[in-house]
């Protein structure tokens, strides 16, 4: 129950999806026994087709946990493809190198240990697409440290925007996630209203959103 569709409807939306046979399938079984909160198979179907849209040859990943998002893209992605993700996790860390060495991904997908607050600063890089999946109250900070990064006509794209319902709707928030709904909403506000910004949010998974950079996004402070 994700609450921000009926079951009936994401249950179908999955159904129609093809099973993964690779080691994406493995790292699904993974991912589900050791509850690692990777995209739903319905996000990663829409990953798949930005991805080939937008044919990017850099993407910027925020929260790798065990890699799986990172190699879902690289697998789309063109052979001269680069993605850097960050984790602070350090045991995540450790798994995501192995399936990326497993995957023949190395030197491909580059993972970096840190807090992304601290480590986002610090990256020159540009990229094509940012994908945000990471601590949900701090999705206006990372759009503050990688914004500029990112290039013109370049995607901004954050999983679990709408937090099982609870940016919606009131009945639904959880005490001691007050902070965090609060902080999301401001941060969707913000993204639907920039005009150096097309935004649409899509109620698939936990809520996705989808900004196309336009042009420099300007700070008041
Ligand atoms: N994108 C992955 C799942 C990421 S789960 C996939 O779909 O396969 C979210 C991850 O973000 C967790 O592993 C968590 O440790 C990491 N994370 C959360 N906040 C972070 C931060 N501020 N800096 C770095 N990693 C963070
Ligand atoms: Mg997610």
């Given at each position: 129950?994700?609450?921000?569709?009926?079951?009936?409807?994401?249950?179908?939306?999955?159904?129609?999806i093809p099973d993964n046979i690779d080691i994406l399938k493995e790292m699904e079984?993974?991912?589900?026994?050791?509850?690692?909160?990777?995209?739903?198979?319905?996000?990663?179907?829409?990953?798949?087709?930005?991805?080939?849209?937008?044919?990017?040859?850099?993407?910027?990943?925020?929260?790798?946990?065990?890699?799986?998002?990172?190699?879902?893209?690289?697998?789309?992605?063109?052979?001269?493809?680069?993605?850097?993700?960050?984790?602070?996790?350090?045991?995540?860390?450790?798994?995501?190198?192995?399936?990326?060495?497993?995957?023949?991904?190395?030197?491909?997908?580059?993972?970096?240990?840190?807090?992304?607050?601290?480590?986002?600063?610090?990256?020159?890089?540009?990229?094509?697409?940012?994908?945000?999946?990471?601590?949900?109250?701090?999705?206006?900070?990372?759009?503050?440290?990688?914004?500029?990064?990112?290039?013109?006509?370049?995607?901004?794209?954050?999983?679990?925007?709408?937090?099982?319902?609870?940016?919606?709707?009131?009945?639904?928030?959880?005490?001691?996630?007050?902070?965090?709904?609060?902080?999301?909403?401001?941060?969707?506000?913000?993204?639907?209203?920039?005009?150096?910004?097309?935004?649409?949010?899509?109620?698939?998974?936990?809520?996705?959103?989808?900004?196309?950079?336009?042009?420099?996004?300007?700070?008041?402070?």
């Amino acid at each position: 129950m994700s609450n921000i569709n009926h079951d009936y409807i994401q249950d179908y939306l999955i159904s129609l999806i093809p099973d993964n046979i690779d080691i994406l399938k493995e790292m699904e079984i993974y991912a589900e026994e050791n509850n690692v909160p990777i995209i739903t198979k319905d996000v990663a179907e829409l990953l798949k087709v930005l991805i080939k849209l937008k044919a990017p040859k850099t993407i910027l990943e925020v929260g790798t946990a065990i890699g799986y998002s990172s190699i879902l893209m690289a697998k789309y992605m063109e052979n001269d493809y680069k993605i850097l993700t960050v984790e602070r996790n350090e045991g995540y860390i450790q798994i995501a190198n192995d399936n990326i060495q497993k995957a023949g991904m190395n030197g491909k997908i580059q993972v970096i240990l840190g807090d992304a607050e601290e480590i986002l600063k610090d990256i020159n890089e540009s990229f094509d697409i940012i994908f945000v999946d990471a601590a949900k109250g701090q999705y206006m900070d990372f759009f503050k440290d990688t914004i500029s990064k990112l290039k013109i006509g370049g995607l901004f794209v954050c999983d679990n925007v709408l937090f099982r319902g609870m940016v919606a709707e009131k009945s639904l928030v959880i005490r001691r996630k007050i902070t965090i709904v609060k902080r999301l909403k401001k941060f969707l506000h913000y993204i639907s209203n920039n005009e150096a910004l097309q935004t649409s949010i899509i109620p698939i998974g936990d809520g996705v959103s989808i900004s196309c950079k336009l042009k420099e996004v300007l700070f008041d402070e």
